[in-house]
């Protein structure tokens, strides 16, 4: 982008020290962590040597079951679809960002006025949310996936006795966002051939 107003240079000169600042603060925070007290309870999944897999969200704590052959097949088959649809549509998003920086070179070219700062605001708007669909794309197949392996695999274990449930949790932990996570679960499951699975 070329140059911009005196009015943002200035703004943005008046927000740096600010938000220097801020990160410095945030550092800080973010060294000052502490171990979760065990009745704090936390986000956590956990690979057992047996192919379970320990789930906690928040105070519950869900057991998936050892998949068998035809579930991981299922799992990773999905998986698989989903990366091809995430490749799908990164690859419509690279199309439609070329033709919006194209549109900048043109709004770049204008001369220094206000139609020229309203439309590169607006076309730097259209890039980020085109950046930002990719990452909502990435997390909608997650959660289907999640979805799919909570609908198999999830146990209710009651003593000796186990009784499948199926259920699927009312909210996702941030560590479903984790892009390697289901990888790493088809792996565990296909790890452990005296398993269950």
């Given at each position: 982008?070329?140059?911009?107003?005196?009015?943002?240079?200035?703004?943005?000169?008046?927000?740096?020290?600010?938000?220097?600042?801020?990160?410095?603060?945030?550092?800080?925070?973010?060294?000052?962590?502490?171990?979760?007290?065990?009745?704090?309870?936390?986000?956590?999944?956990?690979?057992?040597?047996?192919?379970?897999?320990?789930?906690?969200?928040?105070?519950?704590?869900?057991?998936?079951?050892?998949?068998?052959?035809?579930?991981?097949?299922?799992?990773?088959?999905?998986?698989?679809?989903?990366?091809?649809?995430?490749?799908?549509?990164?690859?419509?998003?690279?199309?439609?960002?070329?033709?919006?920086?194209?549109?900048?070179?043109?709004?770049?070219?204008?001369?220094?006025?206000?139609?020229?700062?309203?439309?590169?605001?607006?076309?730097?708007?259209?890039?980020?949310?085109?950046?930002?669909?990719?990452?909502?794309?990435?997390?909608?197949?997650?959660?289907?996936?999640?979805?799919?392996?909570f609908e198999l695999l999830?146990?209710?274990?009651?003593?000796?006795?186990?009784?499948?449930?199926?259920?699927?949790?009312?909210?996702?932990?941030?560590?479903?966002?984790?892009?390697?996570?289901?990888?790493?679960?088809?792996?565990?499951?296909?790890?452990?051939?005296?398993?269950?699975?």
């Amino acid at each position: 982008m070329s140059a911009q107003s005196p009015e943002i240079n200035a703004a943005e000169a008046q927000l740096a020290p600010a938000f220097q600042q801020f990160l410095i603060e945030q550092a800080k925070t973010t060294d000052a962590r502490v171990e979760a007290k065990p009745d704090e309870g936390g986000d956590d999944v956990k690979f057992v040597k047996t192919g379970w897999i320990r789930v906690t969200i928040g105070e519950t704590e869900l057991h998936l079951r050892a998949a068998f052959f035809g579930e991981v097949k299922t799992l990773l088959t999905l998986l698989e679809n989903h990366q091809d649809a995430l490749t799908t549509h990164r690859h419509m998003v690279k199309r439609e960002d070329a033709k919006l920086q194209a549109r900048l070179v043109e709004v770049d070219a204008m001369e220094e006025d206000e139609e020229k700062w309203s439309a590169q605001a607006k076309l730097a708007i259209d890039l980020r949310n085109n950046s930002r669909s990719i990452r909502d794309k990435a997390d909608e197949l997650r959660i289907s996936w999640w979805t799919k392996v909570f609908e198999l695999l999830n146990i209710e274990r009651t003593g000796e006795t186990e009784k499948s449930k199926g259920a699927v949790p009312r909210q996702w932990p941030g560590w479903v966002a984790d892009a390697d996570l289901p990888t790493k679960c088809v792996e565990h499951w296909r790890s452990v051939p005296l398993g269950r699975g």
